[in-house]
C-alpha cells in the first residue's frame, strides 16, 4: 500500500485493490514502520478481526465507544476540532444524570 492508499504494484496475481483514505494509508503504514507488523495486510487483518470481535461483544463495543470518547475529549481540551463533539457532550451529559 502506498503513501495515498493506491496498492503496491507488486501485489500478488488475483488481489483486489483496496482504497482508503491517504490518512488511513498514513497509519497502516506507520504501524508497519514501526516494526509492529510484518506488513499492511497483517495490520488490516488485525483491525478487521478487532472489529469482528468488538460487533460481537458488548464488553467489546462498550471499551471501543469509552476509547472514543476519552480521545475525543482529550482532542478537546488541547483545543482541537473534534467531529464527535456531540458525542463527547452527550457523553458528559449521560455522566452527570448518572452521579458518575
Known sequence: MTENGEADRDQPAGAET???PPEVASAVLGR???GSYRD???VL???MQLMTWAEGNPIGQRQLLKFAVDADI???????RVPG???VAHRR???RENGE
Open 18 to 20: 483496496i482504497r482508503v
Open 32 to 34: 508497519v514502520r514501526s
Open 40 to 42: 499492511a495486510d497483517e
Open 45 to 47: 487483518t488485525r483491525a
Open 74 to 80: 482529550a482532542d478537546a481540551k488541547a483545543g482541537r
Open 85 to 87: 463533539e456531540e458525542v
Open 93 to 95: 451529559a449521560r455522566t
